[in-house]
């Protein structure tokens, strides 16, 4: 059988590897990956249902240049009027959308941009996604920072003048479990003022657990809405459940916890679709949690390895761009999260239409900031999830935001 | 007429009756925004305050501007009472604004939520001035519970629609015995006019200005218009208006006694 996805598989056994072909050519050693396993929660919740049919019966193809027109000329954005801002009929609307999406952004957050960092503490992964560097079958350098390492991590951050830090790990309960998760958020607690994680989807109980350890906020990507899609690249592992990881926002708001964030990997299926389900999925959590705090996130697909294979389904920044104007003219009040993938000619822009939060000083990769930061050498690091665009660090980026007209905000939480 | 004519607030007195926003511009302008709007009340954010050195919001407040610290953030009384004495903590003072909102789509007060929190805080010395949706019921409530002022929504925080709860807001001002403070929804000069000709004590605003082409300007706009709606009041003449005209020829005419 062929090697499909990884052409760097020298440190793999030679059962690692057949194990690893027979689950990417024959689909009926898969799990069902629409069942639960064991130990996972079940939520009553309809939330699934609406999202997905009204994902299934979007065609983007079917709207005009009429009805983007006629929504447009409607006070308020309602679902048909999403839809058709997301069609590519409204590709040559896309200036009256960026600026009737301004006035919105102003109207609700002003000239603010919230600033804030990720902080990956380790890059251990049971999952086998194939469009992902950090996939289990990927020979990269693992690493899991302990306690002393992920306060120094802090420490550089916090120093750097940081006040919001969103705590990452790869997908692995075995090497990063939700103790050592919520260990590292106390640290957080210490030098930040606020802190969200972008972890494995977990239960209830665990969510509350992480919520107590001072964590408010949780960001889950569902990487596609596309269940059939979903399947073939999520081919092994607890992330191949494909309504567990759809729960894990109302899970982690029943565990208490102030905000959620999601987002397709814009790329992976009909992008158009995917981001109808994204803002619809965050829409309905708000209507029945109208407490809840919602964000949206805007990854594309960026070059990786196995992208010929993959076949990713472009999305150019012109697209993007329409899909967050959509966004925010669909959820005025909804944050939206614009991260270090995109270039800085974009994110300067895309502040001054739609986006209310940017991330700066980034790093990817495990165990680096002071290298990143200070340039001070450290062989002990892991490897990088994925290539950024933009490197500005902290002091650039407060500068620079300053400087387009924008008012940088560090912090706008009490943990209460 | 105006060194007279003070708003009262919990025993403290203001002249100006337009009280800013801080929460959606640059800090930079916040300094000339005052100066241009005569405002001697600014709100902020705890939770935006709450933040370390690099820039904090209270550096770019005037000497001399009370500040009105908001409890925005919180979903029940009991946050909104601690966010209130984290602000004395920051030494913010004893105002107070509660905000409390359990609808991040609107940020609709929740009144019942409101009035617990203002007992309680008002119990613990604060001059707590409630962001309340207009109910006539609700507003006695936070009278007997303490409030120094009360402070009904125009219409949805943001959307500077104006007056959309003009008549509700007419009958606290004409029923309630303290400052009724026309807060949220107030897009334009005119509008923060009116409602001070309608007899509010005083208009918040703060989106209305952050979207301005030019916010000094704006801020100066403002001004002028609550001090002429306040005129107005003051000579009478909007509540003519207001109430309708009278007929020339009276109705009890007839009587002979």
């Given at each position: 059988m062929d090697n499909n996805y990884i052409f760097d598989s020298e440190g793999l056994s030679e059962e690692a590897l057949k194990r690893k072909h027979k689950l990417e050519n024959d689909?009926?050693?898969?799990?069902?990956?629409m069942k639960h396993m064991e130990g996972q929660d079940r939520i009553k919740s309809d939330i699934f249902d609406k999202v997905m049919e009204q994902f299934n019966s979007y065609d983007p193809a079917a709207y005009t240049a009429k009805d983007v027109s006629r929504a447009l000329q409607q006070s308020t954005i309602g679902v048909e009027e999403f839809k058709a801002l997301l069609s590519p009929a409204a590709e040559p609307f896309l200036e009256q959308m960026a600026e009737r999406a301004r006035i919105e952004t102003r109207k609700h957050f002003g000239n603010t941009v919230y600033l804030f960092t990720p902080l990956y503490i380790a890059n251990y992964c049971e999952n086998y996604c194939v469009y992902c560097g950090f996939n289990c079958y990927n020979k990269i350098r693992r690493m899991k920072l302990n306690t002393e390492q992920i306060e120094h991590e802090m420490k550089v951050i916090a120093d750097s003048g940081m006040e919001e830090i969103l705590i990452l790990t790869g997908e692995s309960k075995a090497m990063s479990d939700v103790k050592y998760i919520g260990e590292a958020c106390k640290l957080a607690r210490k030098y930040f003022r606020m802190v969200g994680v972008e972890i494995y989807p977990v239960n209830v109980e665990d969510y509350k657990y992480l919520h107590e350890c001072g964590v408010d906020y949780v960001t889950v990507f569902q990487?596609?809405?596309?269940n059939v899609r979903y399947e073939q690249l999520h081919l092994?592992?607890?992330?191949?459940?494909f309504p567990y990881r759809f729960e894990a926002q109302e899970r982690a708001l029943m565990g208490g916890m102030r905000g959620i964030a999601g987002s397709a990997l814009l790329g992976l299926s009909d992008f158009r679709k995917d981001a109808l389900a994204t803002a619809l999925h965050m829409y309905y959590l708000q209507r029945k949690y109208p407490h809840a705090e919602i964000s949206l996130s805007c990854p594309r697909l960026r070059p990786i390895v196995n992208n010929d294979k993959i076949d990713p389904l472009d999305v150019g920044e012109r697209q993007l761009c329409q899909v967050l104007c959509a966004y925010r003219l669909f959820l005025p009040f909804a944050g939206i999260t614009v991260s270090s993938r995109e270039s800085k000619s974009f994110r300067d822009g895309i502040v001054k239409i739609a986006a209310t939060k940017i991330s700066a000083g980034v790093s990817t990769g495990i165990g680096d900031h002071e290298s990143k930061y200070t340039g001070k050498e450290n062989p002990d690091e892991g490897d990088e999830q994925f290539e950024i665009a933009d490197s500005r660090s902290f002091e650039t980026m407060y500068k620079d935001m300053s400087d387009e007209g924008l008012q940088p905000v560090l912090n706008d939480y009490l943990y209460v | 007429m105006e060194n007279n004519d003070k708003l009262i607030i919990g025993g403290h007195e203001f002249t100006s009756r337009f009280i800013l926003g801080?929460?959606?511009?640059?800090?930079?302008?916040i300094k000339a925004a005052v100066e241009h709007a005569g405002a001697e009340l600014i709100t902020l954010a705890v939770r935006r305050a709450n933040t370390k050195e690099h820039e904090n919001i209270l550096d770019h407040i005037p000497q001399g501007v009370t500040l009105l610290p908001n409890t925005s953030g919180a979903r029940n009384a009991e946050e909104a009472v601690r966010i209130a004495r984290l602000a004395r903590e920051l030494g913010c003072g004893d105002f107070v604004k509660i905000e409390i909102m359990?609808?991040?789509?609107?940020?609709?007060?929740?009144n019942a939520e409101t009035v617990k929190a203002t007992e309680i805080l008002a119990n613990e010395g604060f001059v707590v001035m409630p962001y309340m949706y207009p109910d006539l019921n609700t507003a006695r409530d936070l009278v007997n519970a303490g409030a120094a002022s009360v402070m009904p929504l125009?219409?949805?925080?943001?959307?500077?629609?104006?007056?959309?709860?003009r008549d509700f807001i007419q009958i606290l001002i004409d029923e309630i015995d303290l400052p009724i403070i026309v807060d949220a929804g107030i897009g334009r000069p005119s509008q923060a006019c009116e409602a001070m000709e309608m007899g509010a004590a005083a208009v918040m605003s703060n989106t209305a200005l952050a979207t301005a082409g030019d916010l000094p300007m704006m801020a100066d706009a403002f001004r002028k218009a609550v001090e002429a709606g306040r005129q107005a009041y003051l000579s009478g003449l909007g509540r003519v208006l207001v109430r309708g005209a009278s007929p020339s020829d009276t109705l009890t005419g007839f009587l002979r006694d």
């Amino acid at each position: 059988m062929d090697n499909n996805y990884i052409f760097d598989s020298e440190g793999l056994s030679e059962e690692a590897l057949k194990r690893k072909h027979k689950l990417e050519n024959d689909p009926s050693c898969r799990t069902d990956h629409m069942k639960h396993m064991e130990g996972q929660d079940r939520i009553k919740s309809d939330i699934f249902d609406k999202v997905m049919e009204q994902f299934n019966s979007y065609d983007p193809a079917a709207y005009t240049a009429k009805d983007v027109s006629r929504a447009l000329q409607q006070s308020t954005i309602g679902v048909e009027e999403f839809k058709a801002l997301l069609s590519p009929a409204a590709e040559p609307f896309l200036e009256q959308m960026a600026e009737r999406a301004r006035i919105e952004t102003r109207k609700h957050f002003g000239n603010t941009v919230y600033l804030f960092t990720p902080l990956y503490i380790a890059n251990y992964c049971e999952n086998y996604c194939v469009y992902c560097g950090f996939n289990c079958y990927n020979k990269i350098r693992r690493m899991k920072l302990n306690t002393e390492q992920i306060e120094h991590e802090m420490k550089v951050i916090a120093d750097s003048g940081m006040e919001e830090i969103l705590i990452l790990t790869g997908e692995s309960k075995a090497m990063s479990d939700v103790k050592y998760i919520g260990e590292a958020c106390k640290l957080a607690r210490k030098y930040f003022r606020m802190v969200g994680v972008e972890i494995y989807p977990v239960n209830v109980e665990d969510y509350k657990y992480l919520h107590e350890c001072g964590v408010d906020y949780v960001t889950v990507f569902q990487e596609t809405y596309d269940n059939v899609r979903y399947e073939q690249l999520h081919l092994a592992g607890h992330k191949r459940v494909f309504p567990y990881r759809f729960e894990a926002q109302e899970r982690a708001l029943m565990g208490g916890m102030r905000g959620i964030a999601g987002s397709a990997l814009l790329g992976l299926s009909d992008f158009r679709k995917d981001a109808l389900a994204t803002a619809l999925h965050m829409y309905y959590l708000q209507r029945k949690y109208p407490h809840a705090e919602i964000s949206l996130s805007c990854p594309r697909l960026r070059p990786i390895v196995n992208n010929d294979k993959i076949d990713p389904l472009d999305v150019g920044e012109r697209q993007l761009c329409q899909v967050l104007c959509a966004y925010r003219l669909f959820l005025p009040f909804a944050g939206i999260t614009v991260s270090s993938r995109e270039s800085k000619s974009f994110r300067d822009g895309i502040v001054k239409i739609a986006a209310t939060k940017i991330s700066a000083g980034v790093s990817t990769g495990i165990g680096d900031h002071e290298s990143k930061y200070t340039g001070k050498e450290n062989p002990d690091e892991g490897d990088e999830q994925f290539e950024i665009a933009d490197s500005r660090s902290f002091e650039t980026m407060y500068k620079d935001m300053s400087d387009e007209g924008l008012q940088p905000v560090l912090n706008d939480y009490l943990y209460v | 007429m105006e060194n007279n004519d003070k708003l009262i607030i919990g025993g403290h007195e203001f002249t100006s009756r337009f009280i800013l926003g801080s929460g959606k511009y640059s800090l930079s302008l916040i300094k000339a925004a005052v100066e241009h709007a005569g405002a001697e009340l600014i709100t902020l954010a705890v939770r935006r305050a709450n933040t370390k050195e690099h820039e904090n919001i209270l550096d770019h407040i005037p000497q001399g501007v009370t500040l009105l610290p908001n409890t925005s953030g919180a979903r029940n009384a009991e946050e909104a009472v601690r966010i209130a004495r984290l602000a004395r903590e920051l030494g913010c003072g004893d105002f107070v604004k509660i905000e409390i909102m359990r609808d991040t789509k609107y940020l609709l007060p929740d009144n019942a939520e409101t009035v617990k929190a203002t007992e309680i805080l008002a119990n613990e010395g604060f001059v707590v001035m409630p962001y309340m949706y207009p109910d006539l019921n609700t507003a006695r409530d936070l009278v007997n519970a303490g409030a120094a002022s009360v402070m009904p929504l125009a219409s949805p925080i943001g959307s500077n629609k104006g007056l959309a709860t003009r008549d509700f807001i007419q009958i606290l001002i004409d029923e309630i015995d303290l400052p009724i403070i026309v807060d949220a929804g107030i897009g334009r000069p005119s509008q923060a006019c009116e409602a001070m000709e309608m007899g509010a004590a005083a208009v918040m605003s703060n989106t209305a200005l952050a979207t301005a082409g030019d916010l000094p300007m704006m801020a100066d706009a403002f001004r002028k218009a609550v001090e002429a709606g306040r005129q107005a009041y003051l000579s009478g003449l909007g509540r003519v208006l207001v109430r309708g005209a009278s007929p020339s020829d009276t109705l009890t005419g007839f009587l002979r006694d």
